[in-house]
């Protein structure tokens, strides 16, 4: 089949999925950019932006899978090994990325005063942004990984190495 026509048969969710993964890493890196510089409030809805974008990315993804199935990558030998590989830490990675993600946000709403002040002493609100700076370690590269990969592997899939006919 030739690529070009191939493009023009894509489902355009696949498309779409790519773009928000794009949006979600360059929110990710602009929210880490923003916490080292000092910025807090601006950190906090950048990253807030990010994990609804994931959402929606979420959404979009499991709709095309539903509705449209899956291409399988066709194109032999190291490519393949090197795809597959990536694809499969990019799968499990991404089963990790709610859950991490919800619980960072959760830790640094509590942490900086989503409940009004009467519920949460001082001393429980640092112990909950030292919670979200611990699993923010870990959270942050996951999550960039998964984003990162995602249009790796769309790339790979649909523009260098597209199936044939």
């Not at 449209?68 to 991404?94: C, D, E, M, N, Q």
């Not at 700076?133 to 959270?139: I, M, Q, S, V, Y």
Request: charged residues 10%.
């Amino acid at each position: 089949m030739d690529s070009l026509l191939f493009a023009a048969t894509i489902n355009p969710l696949v498309h779409l999925n790519a773009v928000l993964n794009s949006i979600a890493t360059v929110l990710l890196v602009l929210g880490f950019v923003l916490i080292k510089r000092g910025h807090r409030q601006a950190h906090g809805w950048v990253m807030i932006s990010a994990f609804l974008v994931s959402c929606l990315f979420l959404v979009s993804y499991l709709t095309y899978h539903w509705t449209a199935g899956s291409v399988r990558f066709t194109h032999p030998g190291i490519v393949k090994v090197i795809y597959l590989v990536i694809l499969l830490t990019h799968v499990v990675l991404a089963m990790t990325v709610p859950f991490l993600a919800s619980a960072t946000i959760a830790f640094a709403l509590l942490g900086t005063g989503f409940k009004s002040a009467s519920e949460l002493t001082q001393d429980q609100r640092s112990r909950y942004l030292a919670k979200h700076r611990r699993l923010a370690h870990w959270t942050l590269p996951i999550w960039l990984y998964v984003s990162v990969t995602g249009v790796v592997v769309y790339v790979m899939l649909y523009h260098l190495w597209p199936p044939v006919a």
